[in-house]
């Protein structure tokens, strides 16, 4: 079975200091991993995303996520956070099932950026 | 990138009623689209899998003739909630996977389903 568990349901951060909003996976395949960003009342962005290529993913506006086998985690970081990351994020897994591709979803993490 | 688009983005409707809400992928082939459900402060759900031209795959728990799917061409699939209560009441999103792509799923900006 594949499951995604996101450590935190809310982190808060200061503006310009360090974003890691924590997922670890079960798969019993090599999975596809993908964070995706959603601010409110909006559909879903997808932010990076890791394929078996490289283990250090590089996505957009500033974020990157590692993924650790060893560890089954895929984190998602930033340097230094900006009031607009304010927003949802959700890790996900992605596998194929009897010749369908599913995902799942992790239950979000809410990340609030004090000025 | 590719853009899929949801219509419409509100809709409120009284009990009983059927609402239909429209997935489209704008500038790509979609040959599989995904419909789900996210509930207030809660993860999405996946409810159901579009395959164009075939029959759509339900999730468990997912009744197959109160959300009907219809799956018509490459770049429309449509969710119909028949006889909408209450309960159905929630933010509906379809996503869209690029014919022969890898993985990646592209999603359309949710409908807000009231049912008063």
């Known amino acids: 079975a594949q499951s995604v568990t996101q450590l935190d349901s809310h982190v808060s951060v200061s503006e310009g200091t360090p974003v890691l909003l924590r997922c670890n996976y079960s798969?019993?395949?090599?999975?596809?991993l993908f964070w995706y960003v959603q601010h409110p009342n909006k559909g879903l962005q997808l932010l990076l995303k890791?394929?078996?290529?490289?283990?250090l993913v590089k996505g957009i506006n500033g974020f990157e996520a590692e993924f650790k086998k060893s560890e089954t985690s895929f984190h998602l970081t930033k340097p230094s956070a900006h009031m607009s990351d304010a927003a949802e994020y959700f890790c996900v897994v992605s596998y194929l099932s009897g010749g369908y591709q599913k995902v799942t979803f992790g239950i979000g993490t809410k990340l609030q950026v004090i000025p | 990138g590719a853009v899929v688009s949801q219509h419409p983005s509100r809709v409120i409707c009284k009990s009983g009623t059927s609402v239909k809400i429209e997935c489209r992928s704008l500038d790509f082939q979609a040959t599989t689209m995904f419909w789900y459900r996210q509930f207030p402060k809660q993860s999405l759900m996946l409810m159901a899998t579009s395959n164009e031209g075939s029959k759509a795959t339900y999730e468990q728990g997912v009744e197959k003739d109160k959300f009907l799917i219809n799956h018509a061409s490459l770049t429309l699939s449509t969710l119909t909630v028949t006889s909408a209560h209450p309960e159905d009441s929630s933010f509906y999103i379809c996503?869209?996977?690029?014919?022969?792509?890898?993985?990646?799923?592209?999603f359309g900006p949710g409908t807000r389903l009231t049912v008063l």
């Open positions: 996503s869209a996977r690029v014919t022969g792509g890898y993985n990646e799923q592209f």
């Open positions: 890791y394929t078996s290529a490289a283990t």
């Open positions: 798969s019993s395949y090599s999975p596809s």
